[in-house]
Every structure is written in structure tokens, then in C-alpha cells.
């Protein structure tokens, strides 16, 4: 059985002291499950850090791209090399092609925002 850990201080967790939400947060893809994307699941030992994470993350901002982004990276990941075009990876993500551009913008800006030497932009 894997150990659940306090996502605040570390501390491994009897299972009756878990404290668990789903929180909003455009940065959260879950790699199998879509219904998923934009929802952080996080761990707490008590209401005291379960508060302060719930804060932390609700006053992170939003951005449709990063999640559309993550979403795109996750399509990319699954398929074949090459394989992908823009109107596979429409169908792949559920995403219109605007979304698309919007957020292959986003993460190239973030990329190069974040470290340019070690991290390409997506490749479209």
C-alpha cells in the first residue's frame, strides 16, 4: 500500500487522518483521466494545512491555456511520432484549433519566459 503524505509538511498519514479535495487549478492534468484535468487532488494532515494549500491554490490564477496546453502535451505524449497534425490533435484534446494556437502561444511564452536553454517550444 503506498504511504499518502501531507502535501504541506510531508508527513505520512494514518488513513483517519487524511484530509482530501479536489481543488481548481488550470496547471492539473491527470494523464489517463480527462475528467480530471483542472482538478488538483490534495492532501492534508488537518484542517489547519488543508487551509493553507486550499488557499495557496485558490489564489493561483486561472489560464484556459495552460490547462489546454497540458491537455495538448498529454495528446502528444500518447500518440505516435510525427503522427500528430493539427486537426488529429483537435480530436485527440476535444480542442478547436484556435484553442490550440492559443495555447501552443501560451507555453512557448512560458517556456521562454521560464528557462530557454533547456526546454523547446511545442513543435506545430
Do not use: F, K, Y
Not at 94 to 116: G, K, Y
Request: glycine share 4%; charged share 25%; proline share 6%.
Amino acid at each position: 500500500m503506498e504511504a499518502t503524505l501531507c502535501d504541506v509538511c510531508g508527513r505520512v498519514l494514518a488513513a483517519e487522518e487524511v484530509r482530501a479535495v479536489l481543488l481548481p487549478d488550470s496547471s492539473a492534468v491527470h494523464p489517463t483521466r480527462r475528467d480530471l484535468d483542472g482538478l488538483r487532488p490534495v492532501t492534508a494532515c488537518g484542517p489547519d494545512h488543508l487551509a493553507a494549500v486550499t488557499v495557496e491554490l485558490r489564489t493561483r490564477d486561472w489560464a484556459d491555456e495552460e490547462l489546454w496546453a497540458g491537455q495538448i502535451v498529454r495528446a502528444l505524449a500518447d500518440a505516435a511520432p510525427d503522427q500528430v497534425g493539427r486537426a488529429e490533435l483537435a480530436r485527440a484534446t476535444s480542442l478547436s484549433h484556435e484553442q490550440i494556437e492559443r495555447a501552443v502561444t501560451w507555453h512557448n511564452t512560458q517556456i521562454r519566459r521560464i528557462d530557454p536553454a533547456d526546454h523547446g517550444p511545442l513543435p506545430l
